[in-house]
Antibody, heavy 118, light 107 residues
Framework: QVTLKESGPALVKPTQTLTLTCTFS??????????VAWIRQPPGKALEWLAR???????FYITSLETRLTISKDTSKNQVVLTMTNMDPVDTATYYC??????????WGQGTLVTVSS | EIVMTQSPATLPVSPGERATLSCRAS??????LAWYQQKPGQAPRLLIY???TRATGIPARFSGSGSGTEFTLTISSLQSDDFAVYYC?????????FGQGTKLEIK
């Protein structure tokens, strides 16, 4: 049974760095072809993928946020961490951790709402 | 970057009727197209991948069709549980972008 769960602060101040952790079970990121991504969704808006990390440690970022994002994995802990620097109110969103299967997102975490406000 | 356009933005349909949702890609994505359902306060759920293959546990009233640039999600005989927002997503090449969604609402 595959599960993913996001954890991190619910509230961050502008200019601060956000660190989100995805803890998953039911698969291993050391298995070939396994990939995990982060997707966010501002309130009332559409989905936007942010970053992806592959079993071989390849990493991909959305171009518009590339300078602010870092994704990493700890295979021994079954965790993926996303950091986003210089947070702004427009970054207020629900952040999802998801598993990729051949390109589509087959398992999703429940999401964590992050509000950016002073 | 390939842009995914969904139409209509909102679709009012009566329970028991058929709903047809469209997704158009600005360039061919072959059959690398997925559909998701999102209910308020919940994470999206995978419905369809490969343009027409239902994901595990998805009822047969959901069907997907199309290839290239034009795709359709059809929900036959709408049930109350089906009123939600639906997103398409391409995955022919990275980045795997989403459409803006179609909100299926009760007429």
């Amino acid at each position: 049974q595959v599960t993913l769960k996001e954890s991190g602060p619910a509230l961050v101040k502008p200019t601060q760095t956000l660190t989100l952790t995805c803890t998953f079970s039911g698969f291993s990121l050391s298995t070939p072809q396994m990939r995990v991504a982060w997707i966010r969704q501002p309130p009332g808006k559409a989905l936007e993928w942010l970053a992806r990390i592959d079993w071989d440690d390849d990493k991909f970022y959305i171009t518009s946020l590339e300078t602010r994002l870092t994704i990493s994995k700890d295979t021994s802990k079954n965790q993926v961490v996303l950091t986003m620097t210089n947070m702004d109110p427009v970054d207020t969103a629900t952040y999802y951790c998801v598993r990729l299967a051949s390109g589509y997102f087959d398992y999703w975490g429940q999401g964590t709402l992050v509000t950016v406000s002073s | 970057e390939i842009v995914m356009t969904q139409s209509p933005a909102t679709l009012p349909v009566s329970p028991g009727e058929r709903a047809t949702l469209s997704c158009r890609a600005s360039q061919s994505v072959s059959s690398n197209l997925a559909w998701y359902q999102q209910k308020p306060g919940q994470a999206p759920r995978l419905l369809i991948y490969g343009a027409s293959t239902r994901a595990t546990g998805i009822p047969a009233r959901f069907s997907g069709s199309g290839s290239g640039t034009e795709f359709t999600l059809t929900i036959s005989s709408l049930q109350s549980d089906d009123f939600a927002v639906y997103y398409c997503q391409r995955y022919n090449s990275w980045p795997y972008t989403f459409g803006q969604g179609t909100k299926l609402e009760i007429k």
